[in-house]
């Protein structure tokens, strides 16, 4: 695959960088980039680790989201350097595929979790904090699956006896859970029947980790698209460092409408948060995932997350999303026919790179 690596410690970026839209430049010191270290701490919407205070900035890696993994490894290895040199995120945030590791009848795939840990540990050695996410949504059962089971304390029990003392590694415990927000916030936590189906809510999953894992976790409100808006009500109990994801926030864009989605329970001092899954790109089958104005809202997100700062996990560096060809260093760029249905092989992938470095520096 085509490269071209951001040059270590003989190179620096010397030229000041024009954050697109944000009105303001920044220079990038990054002869080389800085990393983040746990174990982390919560302390009201704060979360610490031993370098100081951690703000998660970082890319989606997919390939253990699959079946055909084992094919992926190379790939996913390729995004993480470049996720750690050429993008100077701080964290990697690996979709797990939750059969893939754990049948139906809780049996645990052996080879799938040596993958696992193979990935973990080529992540760590670059620098990197993991958050391993439960992804339920390639299941078979996908429908059945769309809040914690059984099968979810299973899939955890495993990767805690592996991670839970690991100080860098993350547990994003359930991906998107009640998927179309049918059965509402007290549902959400306690569980209970919701269409005929039986389920573990929210608390009691992160119970049944929390005893075997010292981990930070991320606990992810309602949906994709969806809001925090209720999570404070009916938020998660117990000991250890916890912190709320929320995933690409619906319109309008703009500040008000962020602090009432996800910002309200850090800027009151509840808890942190962040976005845990985002990026602008042209798609036309989930108009829910692109921002029609995203070359003027996008930026203005991004100011925002930097002013409260509060983390962000983008998506892929796939070709369409984050990158604009096989090379991983070729960022997306808004262009002047940017449309969500016809403006294909553009998106959010510079402004995201050069946020990430500000950051970073």
């Given at each position: 695959?085509?490269?071209?690596?951001?040059?270590?410690?003989?190179?620096?970026?010397a030229?000041?960088?024009?954050?697109?839209?944000?009105?303001s430049?920044?220079?990038?010191?990054?002869?080389t980039?800085?990393?983040?270290?746990?174990?982390?701490?919560?302390?009201?919407?704060?979360?610490?680790?031993?370098t100081?205070?951690?703000?998660?900035y970082?890319?989606?890696?997919?390939?253990?989201?699959?079946?055909?993994?084992?094919?992926?490894?190379?790939?996913?290895?390729?995004?993480?350097?470049?996720?750690?040199?050429?993008?100077?995120?701080?964290?990697?945030?690996?979709?797990?595929?939750?059969?893939?590791?754990?049948?139906?009848?809780?049996?645990?795939?052996?080879?799938?979790?040596?993958?696992?840990?193979?990935?973990?540990?080529?992540?760590?050695?670059?620098?990197?904090?993991?958050?391993?996410?439960?992804?339920?949504?390639?299941?078979?059962?996908?429908?059945?699956?769309?809040?914690?089971?059984?099968?979810?304390?299973?899939?955890?029990?495993?990767?805690?006896?592996?991670?839970?003392?690991?100080?860098?590694?993350?547990?994003?415990?359930?991906?998107?859970?009640?998927?179309?927000?049918?059965?509402?916030?007290?549902f959400?936590?306690?569980?209970?029947?919701?269409?005929?189906?039986?389920?573990?809510?929210?608390?009691?999953?992160?119970?049944?980790?929390?005893a075997?894992?010292?981990?930070?976790?991320?606990?992810?409100?309602?949906?994709?698209?969806?809001?925090?808006?209720?999570?404070?009500?009916?938020?998660?109990t117990?000991?250890?460092?916890?912190?709320?994801?929320?995933?690409?926030?619906?319109?309008?864009?703009?500040?008000?409408?962020?602090?009432?989605?996800?910002?309200?329970?850090?800027?009151?001092?509840?808890?942190?948060?962040?976005?845990?899954?985002?990026?602008?790109?042209?798609?036309?089958?989930?108009?829910?995932?692109?921002?029609?104005?995203?070359?003027?809202?996008a930026?203005?997100?991004?100011?925002?997350?930097?002013?409260?700062?509060?983390?962000?996990?983008?998506?892929?560096?796939?070709?369409?999303?984050?990158?604009?060809?096989?090379?991983?260093?070729?960022?997306?760029?808004?262009?002047?026919?940017?449309?969500?249905?016809?403006?294909?092989?553009?998106?959010?992938?510079?402004?995201?790179?050069?946020?990430f470095?500000?950051?970073?520096?």
């Open positions: 695959m085509r490269r071209r690596h951001i040059a270590s410690a003989a190179i620096a970026i030229a000041s960088v024009v954050l697109g839209g944000f009105g430049t920044t220079r990038a010191q990054a002869a980039c800085h990393h983040e270290r746990g174990p982390f701490h919560v302390s009201r919407a704060v979360v610490n680790g031993s100081g205070r951690y703000i998660p970082g890319i989606n890696v997919t390939g253990l989201a699959h079946t055909g993994y084992a094919s992926l490894m190379a790939q996913d290895e390729a995004d993480i350097t470049a996720a750690a040199d050429d993008w100077c995120a701080n964290t990697v945030r690996f979709q797990v595929g939750q059969a893939n590791l754990v049948s139906t009848t809780g049996r645990v795939d052996q080879a799938f979790l040596g993958a696992v840990i193979t990935e973990v540990r080529f992540a760590e050695a670059r620098g990197l904090v993991v958050a391993l996410n439960l992804q339920w949504q390639l299941d078979g059962a996908s429908l059945v699956e769309s809040m914690p089971t059984q099968r979810s304390k299973a899939f955890w029990g495993s990767l805690a006896s592996h991670f839970g003392r690991d100080p860098n590694v993350v547990f994003d415990i359930y991906n998107e859970p009640e998927q179309h927000a049918a059965c509402g916030w007290a959400w936590h306690d569980g209970g029947v919701c269409h005929g189906v039986k389920y573990m809510g929210m608390q009691a999953l992160a119970d049944y980790v929390r075997r894992a010292s981990n930070l976790f991320w606990v992810e409100g309602i949906g994709a698209g969806a809001t925090l808006s209720g999570a404070w009500r009916h938020h998660i117990g000991d250890g460092p916890l912190e709320y994801s929320e995933h690409r926030p619906p319109a309008p864009h703009q500040p008000r409408t962020w602090d009432s989605e996800f910002g309200s329970i850090a800027n009151s001092g509840h808890a942190p948060v962040l976005d845990g899954e985002w990026a602008d790109y042209a798609r036309s089958n989930a108009s829910w995932a692109c921002w029609d104005d995203a070359p003027v809202s930026p203005r997100f991004l100011s925002y997350l930097q002013a409260h700062r509060f983390g962000l996990i983008v998506t892929q560096l796939v070709k369409g999303q984050l990158i604009q060809s096989a090379n991983l260093n070729d960022p997306t760029r808004f262009r002047t026919n940017w449309s969500c249905t016809s403006g294909l092989d553009q998106g959010v992938g510079h402004q995201a790179q050069r946020w470095i500000r950051q970073n520096g």
